[in-house]
């Protein structure tokens, strides 16, 4: 009986997906709950598991086919009774014959079945990658790399070359050229980077997007990190970072000046009673804004774990629909990477993104006297629509006091 493979339900406000990779092919084995394919979203990567155990027998969407739930990817057919299957009939060779070729073996998938006769490989020598699964054609390219036996073309009626002919020396890869004969290549956008592509597009188009700058004397909070680092990393077993600084004061900002943190709803604009602050990071596929929910009842600890545990996420690319889902207020660190200074685009529905830059050894004057201060360049984008520029001022000022003088984030709570 064949079962159908379909996309599943991606989460909310996800419809479509494109098919990233197929982890099994067509004849191979697949067990319950064992993934079977890779779909690309707009958000995260999701692994697709086998509902029932069987053969895979059919891919109907290969790597790269957009999707959109509900559509059958593949068929698995499923596994048989547990009583044993006919074995072939037996005959006697006589003795002037060749050797009979490999007969088929149930514990190999018909694929790697098929390339072990033409190899005149004899599958019983050959253990399959996942215990107690079938013998797969991976399993069988590996067995002939390992007897030193590179896979051969199937036999042919063609005359064999003479023993004294040279082999032939592989031609080096040549990159497509252009008609002017340059080098090009072209690489299809992932799912994430289209829609990536597309809402910043959106961004641009449907918000007055505006943005303003300040520039913040870091001295306070690296001397703050200095004394506290090892007692803190000790205590909770995570550096003490400038994240949790700047989620803390752009709290307290956003509660100075509440319409940064909202959204526009038709000829409504919603202010938000609660903080789930976004925090950007770079990762393989893209950029990603984990959420960090109801961060003002967050500690500094719990912030930078948090960040922590969503970095890991990106990178081995396990983060879920819902780290990903929501967010008031977005914040963007260009900084690790060496900006000095940019213009950060808004995250929809969104209102607001602060973004943070690189700390460089300025001379500054205080108190009538110049001197040198790690000094970091600070921007606010927002919509203009909802936010005036005085607000947008005001709340990086506020960002400006509480970084400048962290103990008063304490009083802020």
């Known amino acids: 009986m064949a079962f159908q493979i379909k996309v599943p339900d991606l989460g909310e406000s996800v419809v479509e997906a494109t098919v990233g990779r197929w982890l099994k092919n067509e004849g191979d084995t697949v067990a319950v709950g064992e993934a079977i394919l890779v779909l690309q979203t707009d958000k995260v990567d999701l692994e697709v598991g086998a509902e029932k155990s069987g053969v895979l027998r059919q891919i109907q969407h290969a790597a790269g086919e957009d999707v959109k739930i509900g559509d059958v990817l593949g068929e698995i057919e499923e596994a048989a009774s547990s009583a044993a299957p006919p074995q072939p009939e037996k005959t006697l060779a006589p003795a002037t014959q060749e050797p009979a070729p490999v007969e088929p073996n149930a514990a190999a998938t018909p694929v790697a079945q098929r390339m072990a006769k033409e190899q005149q490989v004899d599958l019983t020598n050959i253990e399959p990658s996942r215990p107690g699964g079938r013998v797969t054609k991976t399993d069988v390219q590996r067995y002939l790399e390992s007897q030193?036996?590179?896979?051969?073309?199937?036999?042919?009626?063609?005359?064999?070359?003479?023993?004294?002919?040279?082999?032939?020396?592989?031609?080096?890869?040549?990159?497509?050229?252009?008609?002017?004969?340059?080098?090009?290549?072209?690489?299809?956008?992932?799912?994430?980077?289209?829609?990536?592509?597309?809402?910043?597009?959106?961004?641009?188009?449907?918000?007055?997007?505006?943005?303003?700058?300040?520039?913040?004397?870091?001295?306070?909070?690296?001397?703050?990190?200095?004394?506290?680092?090892?007692?803190?990393?000790?205590?909770?077993?995570?550096?003490?970072?400038?994240?949790?600084?700047?989620?803390?004061?752009?709290?307290?900002?956003?509660?100075?000046?509440?319409?940064?943190?909202?959204?526009?709803?038709?000829?409504?604009?919603?202010?938000?009673?609660?903080?789930?602050?976004?925090?950007?990071?770079?990762?393989?596929?893209?950029?990603?804004?984990?959420?960090?929910?109801?961060?003002?009842?967050?500690?500094?600890?719990?912030?930078?774990?948090?960040?922590?545990?969503?970095?890991?996420?990106?990178?081995?690319?396990?983060?879920?629909?819902?780290a990903l889902r929501g967010g008031t207020f977005t914040i963007t660190n260009g900084g690790v990477f060496g900006s000095m200074m940019s213009t950060p685009i808004l995250n929809p529905p969104q209102v607001g993104i602060l973004g943070l830059h690189k700390i460089e050894p300025r001379p500054v004057v205080i108190n009538n006297e110049i001197v040198i201060r790690p000094m970091m360049y600070v921007a606010l984008s927002y919509d203009h629509r909802i936010v005036d520029g005085r607000e947008a001022v005001q709340f990086l000022v506020r960002v400006k006091e509480l970084i400048e003088d962290p103990e008063s984030m304490l009083i802020e709570g």
């Open 148 to 322: 030193h036996q590179p896979p051969t073309q199937p036999p042919t009626t063609q005359t064999p070359a003479p023993p004294t002919a040279r082999p032939v020396t592989p031609t080096p890869f040549q990159p497509p050229m252009t008609t002017e004969g340059r080098a090009e290549e072209r690489i299809k956008m992932s799912r994430r980077r289209r829609t990536i592509a597309a809402r910043l597009v959106e961004a641009q188009h449907t918000a007055a997007m505006l943005t303003t700058f300040n520039e913040i004397d870091m001295s306070a909070v690296q001397d703050l990190r200095e004394r506290r680092k090892v007692a803190f990393k000790e205590r909770y077993g995570v550096s003490l970072g400038l994240s949790s600084f700047f989620v803390k004061a752009a709290i307290g900002a956003l509660k100075f000046q509440p319409r940064i943190n909202a959204e526009i709803q038709a000829d409504e604009f919603v202010l938000k009673k609660y903080f789930d602050i976004g925090v950007a990071i770079g990762a393989p596929e893209g950029l990603v804004v984990p959420v960090l929910r109801d961060a003002d009842r967050m500690s500094f600890a719990d912030i930078e774990k948090g960040i922590k545990d969503y970095a890991k996420q990106a990178e081995n690319g396990t983060l879920s629909l819902e």
